[in-house]
């Protein structure tokens, strides 16, 4: 995915250089539709997430599109995954996504695949942003582009899904899925229900507001207590544009993306996949890479976010790896993180051993960890603050070796997280509390 351009109250707000506005929008379409053309390029899809500014986003870059002289199909409302699925399927030469992903229903962004369902290509994205000082020239008449809706895509998307896991039956089992009112909302229950398990749907009622509040992978206690109510075998819990994944077991312990991760990669080198190693970042707990080191799969470590998941993917040539926020890669499945598809992997992982989920990461020790994210508008250099520094050398200095440190300023919203690991618990949550003030007055 390129980068996004996110905005405040829907239409205000600049991240980096880039406002996001109906009127950004409607260029940024005709640069992409321009740039396209000149490349032989004739078709864009165009999905979104459920939050009420994608209607007024998605006729703006239609409307550049179209100008530029290139057909657009609309999808609707669809999730991250199924977009970049049928940019691939529909041989389109590029998808864009209307969605700001995990945040709230205020924000909203774009994000661009390429015509193999992957991030669109460097030269392509800057191509694209030279365009943007210019003035929009309109085609001639008679070649302004012809949109369309496509209204088979959420039963395309289906049946991709479903495909995953070849003879999966999930008859029996009693799943929660929460889909955070977002683009899943009218899939992922389905996907479960078709293959043959019993769905308790949570979060589905979207109405342009509610995306993301209270509910989904980032807000997962409602799911808790639902599977709990419901004495449910597990809980799925997807984000805004389900690309995330969470899971609750059986007595509503939440499962995070670090032990999903090591659920799918042993079930592949069990069942005789080449699993050589898997990719996670530098929140990846460091229990998840004792787990894997006792299986004999190499754990190496990206930067935190999934494009550099992707670029250690790619330069290795391995097939797994994903986020302790659950946004899992399966690359031997599809081209992007993918939540539903990911909650089908770990599902038949679950089927091939005859295990409940608790007993599935019941052998990745997890090192107790404590994250607390503080929001401050001065970000910029706050790591070379001689304060935030003598801080963290104290914290080192009284894990004495046994646990980390990581301090990561947010890509997309104006915070810093502050994560401290280590064996004790209450010292962890200790000194992570005692850091986190210092970093508050950093970036105040």
Excluded at 35 to 45: F, N, P, Q, T, Y
Excluded at 251 to 265: E, I, N, P, T
Excluded at 420 to 425: A, F, L, Q, R, V
Aim: glycine share 12%; charged share 25%; with cysteine.
């Amino acid at each position: 995915m390129t980068r996004k351009y996110f905005g405040t109250d829907g239409v205000r707000g600049t991240v980096g250089e880039f406002p996001i506005t109906p009127d950004f929008v409607l260029k940024l379409g005709w640069a992409a539709g321009k740039v396209l053309a000149a490349r032989g390029g004739s078709k864009i899809l165009i999905g979104k997430d459920t939050r009420i500014s994608g209607y007024m986003f998605e006729s703006a870059l239609e409307a550049g599109i179209s100008a530029a002289g290139v057909d657009v199909r609309l999808l609707g409302p669809l999730p991250t995954p199924g977009i970049a699925y049928l940019t691939r399927t529909l041989s389109a030469q590029a998808g864009i996504v209307i969605s700001a992903s995990h945040n709230p229903y205020t924000d909203n962004g774009i994000k661009f695949f390429g015509a193999d369902g992957r991030k669109l290509n460097d030269e392509i994205e800057l191509e694209i942003e030279r365009l943007l000082d210019e003035e929009i020239s309109v085609v001639s008449t008679d070649q302004i582009g012809k949109v369309r809706r496509i209204d088979d895509a959420r039963g395309r998307y289906i049946e991709f899904c479903k495909s995953t896991v070849p003879g999966l039956d999930l008859s029996g089992m009693k799943i929660v899925v929460d889909t955070a009112n977002g683009a899943a909302y009218h899939i992922a229950p389905d996907v479960f229900e078709e293959l043959g398990a019993t769905v308790v749907p949570l979060a589905n009622q979207p109405d342009g507001f509610n995306i993301n509040r209270d509910c989904g992978s980032t807000h997962p206690e409602a799911l808790q207590r639902r599977v709990l109510e419901e004495k449910a075998d597990l809980g799925v819990a997807l984000d805004g544009d389900a690309d995330r994944l969470l899971m609750v077991d059986h007595v509503g312990k939440l499962v995070d993306g670090d032990q999903l991760l090591f659920v799918v990669a042993r079930d592949r080198k069990d069942n005789g996949a080449d699993m050589p190693g898997v990719v996670g970042t530098l929140m990846s707990n460091f229990g998840l890479e004792l787990a894997l080191e006792a299986e004999g799969i190499e754990f190496v470590r990206a930067k935190v976010g999934d494009r550099y998941v992707m670029e250690q993917l790619d330069k290795r040539g391995w097939s797994i790896g994903g986020e302790s926020s659950g946004h899992l890669v399966c690359l031997d499945c599809t081209s992007t993180g993918d939540g539903t598809v990911s909650a089908l992997q770990v599902l038949a992982a679950l089927s091939r051993r005859k295990q409940g989920l608790a007993e599935a990461v019941a052998d990745v020790a997890m090192l107790p960890q404590q994250m607390i994210n503080v929001r401050g508008p001065n970000r910029d250099g706050f790591m070379e603050n001689p304060d935030v520094l003598a801080a963290m050398a104290s914290v080192e200095e009284r894990l004495a070796g046994n646990g980390r440190v990581l301090l990561r300023p947010s890509g997309t919203e104006p915070l810093v997280r502050v994560m401290i690991e280590g064996k004790d618990g209450d010292q962890v949550a200790a000194l992570c509390r005692e850091l986190a003030d210092v970093v508050e007055k950093a970036i105040a």
